[in-house]
Antibody
């Protein structure tokens, strides 16, 4: 079964760091762009960051640019999100999502989602 | 950034009713528009991609249309399992943005 499984969420201090991971299975991970999408409690969806199939191109929302870093290890079928300089407004469920197509170069439609991992930023 | 305006923000309809949700983009996004369903406590699920294409395995009562700036999502006959929040999302350029969501309830 095609699956994405996030881990690494939890309680982070303001100004601190967390690293999220997303393990992919049952599809050719190295052929697809991937993204992180977050959802603050009771709020809508916000695209956070994306990466192309090879890891050579990365994309960020302005709200996280300069603080978050997306990366991938295709040998381990794993996507990462390094989150630094955490703020209270980063509190959300973070979803890992697979892009549906476009040759793996750019985020488009998200056809596979993980269950999400909760990040809470609080002192 | 492209703003995606969804309406209504919520609606209540009876089982069997036709339900329509609209999504307006702040600029031309061609047909680069997707629709998702999210049930409480669950991850979103892709229903429609490229404005009008039904994702594999999605029931045919779901549909989408539109291009440019105005898009429509339709449930032709509302079922109890369709209770959820629905989101539109564009991918014409960065950043990708989602509409504010439409919560669908049973009357």
């Amino acid at each position: 079964e095609v699956q994405l499984l996030e881990s690494g969420g939890g309680l982070g201090q303001p100004g601190g760091s967390l690293r999220l991971s997303c393990a992919a299975s049952a599809f050719t991970f190295s052929s697809y762009a991937m993204s992180w999408v977050r959802q603050a409690p009771g709020k809508g969806l916000e695209w956070v960051s994306g990466i192309n199939y090879s890891g050579g191109s990365t994309y960020y929302a302005d709200s996280v640019k300069g603080r978050f870093t997306i990366s991938r290890d295709n040998s381990k079928n794993t996507l990462y999100l390094q989150m630094n300089s955490l703020r209270a407004e980063d509190t959300a469920v973070y979803y890992c999502a697979k892009s549906r197509g476009r040759g793996g170069s750019y985020p488009d439609a998200f056809d596979i989602w993980g269950r999400g991992t909760m990040v809470t930023v609080s002192s | 950034d492209i703003q995606m305006t969804q309406s209504p923000s919520s609606l209540s309809a009876s089982v069997g009713d036709r339900v329509t949700i609209t999504c307006q983009a702040s600029q031309d996004i061609r047909n680069y528009l997707n629709w998702y369903q999210q049930k409480p406590g669950k991850a979103p699920k892709l229903l429609i991609y490229d404005a009008s294409n039904l994702e594999t395995g999605v029931p045919s009562r779901f549909g989408g249309s539109g291009s440019g700036t105005d898009f429509t999502f339709t449930i032709s006959s509302l079922q109890p399992e369709d209770i959820a929040t629905y989101y539109c999302q564009h991918y014409d350029n960065l950043p990708l943005t989602f509409g504010g969501g439409t919560k669908v309830e049973i009357k």
